[in-house]
């Protein structure tokens, strides 16, 4: 490996006064004292953790969470349960994933490097990968990569600094927002020679913002400089990552080839991982067909999403002769919501007596008994399964933060968090029905004609769906809502249509299920809270939030130190979104439903923080041939 090429000490010391002196020149003054305060300056550090210590020293030999000399080869065939930016489960016309346009093939992000990847035993931390070190200045405002020796991209090109810089700039100004948020105060992204990227800040960000520019992902200079980046294009872009498209079909399958001579192959962050030769993503319209593929063999994994099924379908000649596995893994200790967004920039919507009404027409306990075979809980926070959700009164912490809270409170905020009603639980409990009756006078609209309406116009409510599955989830819901003088009716449309809709906020009501990170920080939460964001197509802001309150909530959370103070800022956080009801939380599992052809490795048990099975598991040759599927 050739010799770093930082400064020796002496001019070390130079750079990281002359970093501070630039940065104050050309920032505001600081306002975040506690900006990565977790992690030293002035030294070269193998990881960043943003609270506390990491687990891993810098002599790591690999993740405890995998097998380091797992087998390579096979094939992990995948209809996929989640996914990232633009990418769509249901169909792709574009290999670009990192814009807001096109719909693009979920794992494409897994074709590109970062400089640090995450730990997935770890909350909240990060280690170096395509860097080899990260350095941060005494002032916190600048820091600096030194990237590892001999990293090519797939065409055999060097991966130098200056892709680094020119990706982190390219993001920042033509990225999804949920990548160009993390990089909203990076004023600077140079490079100083080859291999050294140095990061300049304007003093604003938050304390955990270089956690969120080190997983951005780094792009060749040479394919985009040469093709235009915000293009759809099935063209198959230049990257440096473990896997590569090989075969595409639009619409109805992507292979990712393994990589052979992968540059990464055998680092810490990367050993044990990426065991398969190929993985296929498989594409269908419908869940029914889907579920016959996996049936069939022609898909080998699947996360049950559909109570019914998991119920009753897995009774065929695979199962029962135990070549197919049926089990539960627990859910990743992240906060999760599922949830309905009304769109608050359509009225009636923006009225929380209205929003607050069509929440009682839906009766959970109705359908966890009749449609979800009581597999399900009802969902009461936007952070379920995680120890920012609120409950009972503000402790202490909690409310010296809302006392401090200089925005008008929402009614209720200091008191108990608000919960969903109990039904009785006969998908029309007259007592909860009336309540939103009521509710919808006091907001100004009478009976007419059988329809309620204020000012002449009638509660017209159209829920947007993009699977037929989830017709008979909203029947009772809809049913209910027309009791009371709703027109509510569903719209069903393609998965294009879908995300081109949601993108631009043209519904009325859409549901969205959502993990977020372990640690979330104010850059990443911005796309879903922030006042900003409400205006911004393609974020996370659904609802349409434009309440000041949650800037200052993320002001508070740019400027916490300790996990104790993260957790009090989310739970506050919680407390908000439950008393405003931005978000209709309906149901969640605390367990993944998955079903899987026994042919395959794993370490048990699974990590907390994350579960990329396609990355984390490996083909088992004897198992293979053992159910015939060799």
């Avoid at 930082?6 to 990281?16: H, N, S, Y």
């Avoid at 035993?121 to 916190?140: M, T």
């Avoid at 996990?563 to 605390?590: K, Q």
């Amino acid at each position: 490996m050739a010799p770093s090429l930082l400064p020796p000490d002496a001019a070390r010391r130079t750079f990281l006064k002359g970093a501070a002196a630039a940065a104050a020149a050309m920032a505001l003054p600081m306002s975040i004292s506690g900006a990565f305060a977790a992690n030293p300056t002035g030294r070269r550090l193998h990881g960043l953790s943003a609270f506390g210590e990491l687990k891993y020293a810098p002599d790591f030999a690999h993740f405890d969470y995998v097998t380091p000399d797992a087998p390579k080869g096979g094939r992990f065939h995948m209809a996929v349960p989640n996914w990232l930016y633009n990418q769509n489960p249901q169909t792709f016309n574009t290999l670009n994933t990192f814009v807001l346009s096109g719909d693009a093939p979920p794992r494409m992000d897994m074709c590109f490097d970062t400089l640090m990847v995450l730990a997935l035993d770890e909350p909240d931390a990060l280690y170096c990968h395509a860097a080899e070190w990260v350095e941060i200045s005494e002032d916190r405002n600048t820091a600096r990569f030194g990237l590892r020796d001999g990293i090519l991209f797939h065409d055999a090109t060097p991966l130098t600094a200056d892709d680094v810089a020119f990706s982190l700039q390219l993001i920042k100004e033509k990225g999804h927002p949920q990548l160009s948020s993390a990089l909203v105060s990076m004023t600077r992204a140079a490079a100083l020679d080859a291999r050294t990227i140095e990061i300049v800040y304007d003093g604003q960000q938050s304390g955990h913002a270089l956690l969120a520019l080190a997983s951005i992902p780094i792009l060749s200079q040479i394919y985009y400089s040469a093709n235009e980046f915000t293009a759809s294009s099935l063209h198959v872009p230049v990257s440096s990552g473990p896997y590569r498209p090989s075969r595409v079909e639009s619409g109805r399958f992507i292979e990712y080839e393994r990589v052979p001579d992968y540059w990464a192959a055998d680092l810490p962050t990367r050993r044990g991982l990426a065991n398969f030769d190929i993985i296929r993503i498989e594409f269908y319209a419908e869940r029914t067909a889907e579920f016959e593929a996996f049936k069939k063999g022609d898909i080998h994994f699947r996360q049950e999403s559909t109570a019914q099924v998991w119920s009753t379908g897995y009774d065929f000649p695979a199962v029962a002769d135990a070549r197919v596995l049926k089990r539960e893994f627990p859910r990743e200790t992240r906060p999760a919501m599922q949830a309905w967004a009304l769109n608050q920039r359509r009225a009636p919507f923006d009225d929380i007596r209205v929003r607050e009404a069509i929440g009682l027409c839906f009766d959970f306990e109705w359908t966890n008994d009749k449609l979800f075979y009581g597999l399900y809980a009802r969902s009461q926070s936007a952070f379920e399964n995680s120890e920012f959700k609120a409950e009972g009164l503000p402790d202490a912490a909690e409310q010296a933060l809302i006392d401090g809270l200089e925005n008008p409170l929402p009614e209720g905020l200091t008191g108990e968090p608000r919960l969903p009603p109990v039904s009785d639980g006969s998908g029309r409990d007259r007592r909860l029905l009336q309540r939103a009756v009521d509710l919808l006078r006091e907001a100004g609209f009478a009976q007419e004609n059988g329809r309620l309406s204020r000012d002449g116009k009638p509660i017209a409510l159209e829920i947007l769906i993009q699977a037929s599955v989830f017709e008979r989830l909203h029947a009772g819901f809809i049913e209910n809502m027309r009791r009371i003088g709703v027109d509510a009716r569903l719209r069903l449309v393609d998965s294009a249509q879908y995300t081109a809709r949601t993108s631009d906020y043209d519904f009325d009501m859409v549901m969205m299920a959502v993990q977020f990170t372990a640690t979330p920080t104010a850059e990443s939460f911005a796309t879903f809270l922030s006042t900003r964001s409400a205006d911004i197509k393609g974020t996370r802001n659904l609802p349409g939030m434009k309440d000041p309150i949650y800037d200052e909530l993320l002001e508070r959370l740019e400027r916490v130190e300790s996990r104790d103070e993260l957790v009090t800022v989310m739970r506050v956080l919680d407390r908000v979104l439950r008393a405003r009801l931005d978000w209709i939380p309906n149901w969640y599992s605390a367990n993944h439903l998955v079903a899987h052809w026994d042919m395959f490795g794993f370490v048990e048990p699974k990590p907390d923080y994350g579960w990329p099975v396609e990355q984390l598991w490996w083909y088992d040759q004897e198992k293979g041939r053992a159910i015939g599927r060799t």
